[in-house]
């Protein structure tokens, strides 16, 4: 249960930092400066190494100074939730190396340091997470974490590096789902707490766009495909329980399954932007894929129909 609360309270760590980063800027990041600007690298180095530094202090005070420390150490958390806490790891280090690749170039840094530098801003912001993972006695440093957030850093650098736009785009939704009501503590009480907690209710898409690719003139630049992961029937990391239950009640047969899903999404970046408010919000929201028809499978072979 710890280790649940604490995901949720990181994934919101993570995605407020960003909200914050993405709101502050991004009526200036459209604009990319040729040359250096030491007027506006120096006021923004200042403040996003602040609120880095800062979150990560208040994540120690706010909770792992709670609990015992020990010496560092590994732990082995790849079974758990079907992964889907691992492919958040690498959406969250995806979106943080972006957001600081858009803002180098604001600030007229050379291109490869730029995608250097914001690929270790992502890698090393949730480096440090694992790193307290690792002293803490409740958890430790989980390889496969690191591997996903790599992993997201990587998607956005090669990307940028070879095509020089996002070609790849990873996207999150969330729908509300049953399980919370078997588990509140663990999965949500409320939509907020729901949409960080429940997983099975999450989804991650790549969305892309054919137009990109060259295989259609027509298609439409703001309208995407969306290839899809999820999963359900969970009410527990690694396996099913139900304390709410009275003893010798039935409890009910959840089967944990992935999906897989194939949808639309619509890019709010493509779309022209006239008034400035409209592109700070599109920015803000960019990686939330919006809800639309989809055809899925699920791991039992079952076809899924419906909004996702």
């Not at 291109?111 to 993972?133: F, N």
């Not at 239950?245 to 493509?270: A, K």
Request: hydrophobic share 40%; glycine share 8%; with cysteine.
């Amino acid at each position: 249960m710890k280790c649940m609360h604490l995901r949720a309270f990181r994934i919101c760590l993570t995605l407020a930092l960003i909200t914050v980063l993405q709101s502050s800027t991004s009526a200036q990041l459209d604009v990319q400066e040729p040359s250096f600007q030491p007027k506006r690298f120096y006021p923004l180095a200042a403040t996003g190494g602040s609120l880095v530094v800062g979150s990560l202090s208040g994540l120690y005070v706010l909770w792992y100074s709670d609990y015992e420390q020990q010496k560092f150490h590994f732990f082995n958390d790849n079974a758990e939730w079907l992964q889907m806490d691992k492919v958040g790891h690498s959406i969250s280090t995806y979106y943080i190396s972006s957001l600081s690749y858009h803002s180098l170039k604001w600030s007229g840094v050379e291109e490869k340091k730029a995608l250097i530098t914001s690929g270790a801003i992502g890698v090393g912001y949730l480096t440090a997470v694992e790193v307290m993972d690792g002293f803490s006695a409740g958890w430790g440093f989980s390889t496969g974490d690191m591997m996903a957030n790599v992993g997201g850093s990587a998607l956005f650098i090669a990307q940028q590096g070879i095509w020089k736009e996002q070609r790849l785009k990873l996207k999150y939704n969330f729908l509300p789902t049953e399980y919370p009501d078997y588990r509140p503590n663990v999965l949500g009480s409320s939509f907020i707490e729901q949409s960080l907690k429940d997983y099975n209710g999450q989804a991650y898409w790549i969305t892309t766009n054919p137009a990109k690719w060259n295989m259609s003139d027509r298609w439409p630049k703001w309208f995407d495909l969306a290839f899809g992961y999820s999963a359900d029937g969970m009410t527990g990391g690694f396996e099913n329980v139900f304390p709410s239950i009275p003893e010798g009640e039935p409890t009910p047969d959840f089967q944990r399954t992935r999906q897989f899903y194939l949808s639309l999404d619509i890019d709010l970046n493509e779309l022209p932007a006239q008034r400035s408010w409209f592109r700070a919000f599109r920015r803000v929201i960019g990686f939330v894929k919006i809800p639309a028809p989809a055809i899925g499978v699920n791991s039992n072979g079952e076809l899924l129909l419906g909004i996702r």
